[in-house]
C-alpha cells in the first residue's frame, strides 16, 4: 500500500473510494474491517488536508498585494 502522505489528491480519493466498496461489500474480516476503517479515516482526512491547502492557495493567487480580490472572489467554506 502507497503511504497516505505520499498521495495525490486523486490518487487518495480512489484509494477512499475503493475502502469504502469493500466495506460495503461485507466480505471482509471484523480485523480487516476494522483496518480498512481507519485507513479511510486517515485518507479522509488526508483529503481534507489537500483541499485546504489548495483553497489557501486560490485565496492567495487571487488578493492583490494589498489584500483586496483582484477581480476574483476568494473561495471559503469548502
Known amino acids: 500500500m502507497t503511504e497516505i502522505a505520499a498521495m495525490n489528491f486523486e490518487d487518495a480519493m480512489a484509494a477512499l473510494e475503493k475502502v469504502v466498496r469493500d466495506l460495503e461489500q461485507g466480505s471482509v474480516s ?3 474491517s476494522i483496518t ?3 485507513r479511510g479515516a486517515a ?3 488526508h483529503c481534507e488536508a489537500l483541499l485546504k491547502a ?3 492557495r486560490v485565496e492567495k493567487i487571487t488578493l492583490g498585494e494589498n489584500g483586496a480580490p483582484t477581480g ?3 473561495v471559503s467554506g469548502l
Open 54 to 56: 489548495a483553497e489557501e
Open 30 to 32: 471484523l480485523d480487516q
Open 72 to 74: 476574483a472572489t476568494p
Open 36 to 38: 480498512l476503517y481507519e
Open 43 to 45: 485518507l479522509k482526512a
